[in-house]
């Protein structure tokens, strides 16, 4: 109520009248900046009034049931990190439910479990305060099917609202969720397993959607993705994205929200893929990160150029990785921890606005080599920022498959990613100033030798050693004209 009638009040008292959030990056109502895109270059960030490239790494994908939170959060961020993910899962030893659990054992979907809820937001909190940027998760398809569905408070056979006869769904779902074989995602009227039994549940989804909204829109640092890695049919994500918005609408609140679908790996074979990439009103971000499995080297970089192409026939919008597989050489491809480390820095040069390694033991986490990863990162951005440059790799000859690539503004500043040493030439023909190179270990984050360069001619521009490095070229008197 008090909330309202500030903002009643704030209305009457400005000589413009009440503006809606949807154009302001501080709303109204909570006097906070709101995380959205970068006003000058919609491909990046823009967050509290500045542009930011997000950074991150994490031990775990529901970081709000860990302990020793804070403890993590801290050590991010003291690398440079500024981005996690966060699934609103409940699937390890210690998780809670967001539901209360009655002392026979069963849930009631009517009733709140307090843990849950104080979790979500201490890490609300916890991110607000280091300016860590949070991109939501809200339904995990690995929680509704095999053993985390046999303890789930959806169940009918574990919560005293509904029945498996009242809504169809069974206690049991032992088949890989990939196969979306699960009711619970088909809630949605016209979807292919819907059936008029499933209202109930979806009022159940859609008063727990309204109780996270209740805590994520008091925060401006949250992006909304609907699910996880998902395969079920694009009706599911986007009745829920138009449901969050028209809440977040009400509250004068601009939210960016998107779905990430499985075979991002593959997106030409992807009708749901080629929907996000075609539907910019509804999907206003991107998350590409299955792109980051079953990919590798060369092809990770052609797939990933391909998406940014297309998404470039719209209105632009940032791209995201909140995971960046690496590690295990899983059979489906999560590939080695050298691996993760290489695509993260693809999708940095590619033109991506966001890179998060994966959790352990398919990704990084938050390890040496994802340490060093976001330490060089932010040591680039000291000599040259992302939004101002893009892949040129017209620009570099004599390069071998995956051996180097060039994001760059010409004639002013280079950036050349090279996966394990080698030499190329860089193209500087129309450009005769006087260049400084500088050098950036990227297995161990920490600076190289620098020396210069003179344009006038290709150069060659030579690794110091076998392992990844990035080189930044920068113009020595970038104000002379």
């Known amino acids: 109520m008090k909330r309202l009638i500030y903002f009643v009040l704030g209305c009457v008292l400005s000589v413009y009248g009440c503006t809606s959030g949807h154009h302001n990056t501080t709303n109204r109502t909570t006097g906070k900046s709101y995380i959205k895109p970068y006003a000058e270059n919609a491909r990046y960030w823009e967050y509290k009034g500045k542009p930011v490239l997000l950074l991150g790494g994490s031990k775990n994908d529901n970081l709000f049931q860990s302990q020793g939170l804070k403890e993590h959060l801290d050590s991010l961020q003291a690398i440079g990190g500024n981005y996690i993910r966060n699934t609103m899962s409940t699937r390890d030893s210690g998780d809670v439910w967001p539901f209360y659990r009655q002392p026979d054992g069963k849930y009631d979907l009517d009733q709140w479990g307090e843990e849950y809820w104080k979790r979500f937001e201490n890490l609300l909190k916890l991110t607000s305060e280091r300016d860590i940027i ?4 809200i339904w995990d398809r690995f929680d509704y099917s095999r053993e985390p569905w046999k303890t789930s408070p959806w169940n009918p056979g574990n919560n005293i609202n ?14 890989h969720p990939s196969r979306d074989l699960q009711p619970f995602f088909h809630s949605i009227p016209g ?17 727990y959607i309204a109780k996270l909204l209740s805590y994520s829109l008091n925060y401006g640092n949250i992006l909304y993705c609907m699910d996880n890695e998902t395969s079920t049919p694009p009706e599911w994500g986007r009745y829920w994205i138009r449901h969050i918005r028209h809440i977040a609408d009400k509250k004068q609140v601009r939210v960016y929200l998107t779905d990430m679908f499985d075979r991002f790996f593959i997106p030409q074979q992807c009708p749901s893929c080629l929907q996000v990439i075609a539907q910019p009103d509804v999907y206003t971000f991107m998350d590409i990160s299955q792109i980051n499995s079953r990919n590798f080297n060369q092809a990770h970089w052609d797939t990933l150029q391909w998406i940014l192409a297309q998404r470039d026939k719209y209105p632009l919008r940032p791209v995201n990785n909140t995971k960046i597989y690496g590690g295990m050489n899983s059979t489906w491809g999560s590939g080695s921890n050298a691996d993760g480390v290489e695509r993260f820095c693809r999708d940095i040069v590619g033109g991506c606005a966001s890179a998060r390694h994966h959790r352990p033991p398919h990704g990084n986490g938050l390890n040496g080599k994802s340490r060093a990863t976001i330490q060089a990162v932010r040591k680039i951005e000291t000599l040259v920022k992302f939004w101002d440059i893009k892949p040129r790799m017209d620009l570099l000859s004599g390069r071998e498959p995956d ?3 060039l994001t760059a503004s010409a004639g002013k500043k280079y950036v050349i990613y090279f996966t394990g040493g080698g030499s190329v030439k860089l193209d500087l023909r129309q450009y005769p100033e006087t260049f400084i190179l500088k050098w950036i270990n990227i297995n161990t984050g920490e600076w190289g030798n620098e020396s210069t360069v003179t344009g006038g001619d290709y150069r060659e521009i030579t690794a110091p050693d076998k392992g990844g490095w990035f080189g930044v070229i920068v113009r020595l008197n970038p104000d002379v004209p």
């Not at 949070?134 to 998760?137: A, H, S, T, W």
């Not at 509904?162 to 088949?175: A, D, H, K, M, V």
């Not at 059936?195 to 008063?207: A, C, H, T």
């Open 191 to 207: 979807m292919p397993r819907y059936s008029g039994k499933l209202d109930i549940v979806r009022s159940y989804q859609e008063k």
């Open 403 to 405: 051996e180097a690539y």
């Open 134 to 137: 949070v991109q939501l998760e």
């Open 162 to 175: 509904y029945t498996s006869e009242e809504t169809g769904l069974e206690t049991e779902y032992p088949e």
